[in-house]
């Protein structure tokens, strides 16, 4: 089966620093783009972060150089870094495959995802 | 940036109703548009993807179409299980995915 599965989440002070872990299984991570969505309480779903297969990687403007992503191929995991960590980084984190349909042209949508970690930023 | 908008933001239906949102996009996006239904406590799911493909395993009574900047997705009978947020998402200018504000679809 197709899974991902979260962990990492918790209460961290304004500043502070957390690392998300994403575990994968059913498929590998390597070989995938993989992404971080995040969700802020009573709030829509806001793009974090993706990491290519051939290993480039991109960023929200609002996480730009306090977030990296990264994996480990052989434990198949996906991670966010999360540095300087500020009150609004507050949310939900959800990892999320990125999968290529091309017809013609080349699209791209997650169709994975997993069940969320929960990261609050509070003095 | 590309910015995505939705409307309505929030509709009231009853079950066997149908149901329309539309997704805009500030510049055209061709085809590039994706859809994802949200319940409350829970991770989103893929729709649609491509406007208007519709995900393995999901029912064929939702739909997408449109193309460049407007785009639709539709629901055509209301079923209690469909009572969600969806939200539209757009892959024109990966590896950027901007997601629409969400539609909040609840009983009437």
């Known amino acids: 089966e197709v899974q991902l599965v979260e962990s990492g989440g918790g209460l961290v002070q304004p500043g502070g620093s957390l690392r998300l872990s994403c575990a994968a299984s059913?498929?590998?991570?390597?070989?995938?783009?993989m992404s971080w969505v995040r969700q802020a309480p009573g709030k829509g779903l806001e793009w974090v972060s993706v990491i290519y297969s051939g290993g480039s990687t991109y960023y929200a403007d609002s996480v730009k150089g306090r977030f990296t992503i990264s994996r480990h191929n052989s434990k198949n995991t996906l991670y966010l870094q999360m540095n300087s960590l500020r009150a609004e980084d507050t949310a939900v984190y959800y990892c999320?495959?990125?999968?290529?349909?091309?017809?013609?042209?080349?699209?791209?949508?997650?169709?994975?995802w997993g069940k969320g970690t929960t990261v609050t930023v509070s003095s | 940036d590309i910015q995505m908008t939705q409307s309505p933001s929030s509709l009231s239906a009853s079950v066997g109703d149908r149901v329309t949102i539309t997704c805009r996009a500030s510049q055209s996006i061709s085809s590039y548009l994706n859809w994802y239904q949200q319940k409350p406590g829970k991770a989103p799911k893929l729709l649609i993807y491509a406007a208007s493909s519709l995900q393995s395993g999901v029912p064929s009574r939702f739909s997408g179409s449109g193309s460049g900047t407007d785009f639709t997705l539709t629901i055509s009978s209301l079923q209690p299980e469909d009572f969600a947020t969806y939200y539209c998402q757009q892959s024109y200018s990966t590896p950027i995915f901007t997601f629409g504000p969400g539609t909040k679809v609840d009983i009437k």
């Open positions: 999320a495959r990125v999968v290529l349909y091309s017809s013609g042209y080349y699209y791209y949508y997650m169709d994975v």
């Open positions: 059913g498929f590998t991570v390597s070989s995938n783009y």
